[in-house]
């Protein structure tokens, strides 16, 4: 089992800057890969960054590359999201989710255990 608490959304100007932290506990944090996934009204969710276990290996959606920065801490058990330059589209609720597995990428079905979301809303 793996429990993941998502924290650090909020209200943001476009062209501003948050960090989203997930903290994790349950299964050994340094063996499994985590991601980010954000999900809009109306609309389905969808993958946003991929980190792997060690942290050395990350994978973006085309849309965030050169915005967002995906990173980790295994010692403190925790990923974080550092969101640059945000635009109005990226307004969404975000979630955090574990892969224990490490086999997946985009998917979402790929992916085991969810944090409960944190929303970001991007003022234009």
């Known amino acids: 089992q793996v429990q993941l608490v998502e924290s650090g959304g909020g209200l943001v100007q476009a062209g501003g800057s948050l960090r989203l932290s997930c903290a994790a506990s349950?299964?050994?944090?340094?063996?499994?890969?985590m991601g980010w996934f954000r999900q809009a009204p109306g609309k389905e969710r969808e993958f946003v960054a991929r980190?792997?276990?060690?942290?050395?290996?990350?994978s973006y959606t085309h849309s965030v590359k050169g915005r967002f920065t995906i990173s980790r801490d295994n010692p403190k058990n925790t990923v974080y999201l550092q969101m640059d330059s945000l635009k109005p589209e990226d307004t969404a609720v975000y979630y955090c989710?574990?892969?224990?597995?490490?086999?997946?990428?985009?998917?979402?079905?790929?992916?085991?255990?969810w944090g409960q979301g944190t929303q970001v809303t991007v003022s234009s």
């Open positions: 989710a574990a892969d224990v597995g490490n086999r997946g990428q985009t998917n979402p079905l790929d992916y085991d255990y």
């Open positions: 349950g299964r050994t944090f340094s063996s499994y890969a």
């Open positions: 980190i792997n276990k060690s942290g050395g290996v990350t």
